[in-house]
C-alpha cells in the first residue's frame, strides 16, 4: 500500500500530452484518464496488428523467391562489393583511372560458362563501361593485367578452377549475401 507523502506528483499523458496529477494510489499511471487509457490501448493494439502483418508479409514475400532470384540478389550484392573494393584502383582493362566515371564488376572469366568463378574474387574487378559493355570485357588487356594484380599463381589457380561446376543451394546463397553484405558495413 502506498502512503500519501501530501506530495503531488504531476506527469504527462501518453495519449494527449496533457499534464495531470498522478494518484497516489496509482504511482505507476501513465495516462490522465480511462478514456485515454481506452484510446492508447487501441493505438498500441493496431501498432502491433501492422507490425505482425508486416513481418507475416515479409515472411510470405521470402517464401516465394526461387533459386533464380536468390542467385541474382547475390549478383548484384557481390557486384556492389566488388565496385566498393576496387574504387581507387585503374579500370583492368585498359588502365584509365575510375574517379569520377561509371564503373561494372567485370568478370574475366564469363559467370555463365564458368560458373565455378560466378562469385570468385579473383575473377571479378572493377572495369570502365566502354571496356565491359562496348568491347566485352577487352578481354585481351584484362588478361595481360589480372596476373600482375593478383599474382600469377592466383591467376593459374584461376584457370584450373573454371571448369568446376557451381552447384550452390539458397541456404548457401543466402550465407553469401549475408557475408558480403557484412564485408560492405566494414
Known sequence: MVKF?????????????????????FPLQFVCSWGCGLALS???KSKKAAKESKEATKVMKEGLLTHKDYLKMAQIVFNIY???????QK??????????????ASHYYAS????????????????CVPCNQFKHGNLIEYGIRLPIRI?????????????????ITIPELK???KIYKQKLKQ
Do not use: Y
Request: aromatic share 4%; charged share 35%.
Open 91 to 104: 579500370c583492368i582493362s585498359c588502365d584509365c583511372s575510375m574517379a569520377g566515371r561509371k564503373g561494372d
Open 175 to 177: 550465407e553469401l549475401i
Open 82 to 88: 566488388i565496385r566498393f573494393r576496387d574504387k581507387d
Open 112 to 127: 555463365g560458362s564458368n560458373p565455378a568463378l560466378r562469385f570468385d574474387p579473383d575473377n571479378v574487378h572493377l572495369s
Open 42 to 44: 487501441k493505438i498500441n
Open 151 to 167: 599474382g600469377v599463381d592466383r591467376f593459374e589457380a584461376l584457370a584450373e578452377k573454371r571448369n568446376e561446376p557451381l552447384k
Open 5 to 25: 507523502t501530501g506530495k503531488v506528483k504531476t506527469k504527462r499523458c501518453k495519449h494527449c500530452k496533457e499534464p495531470f496529477v498522478v494518484n497516489p494510489k
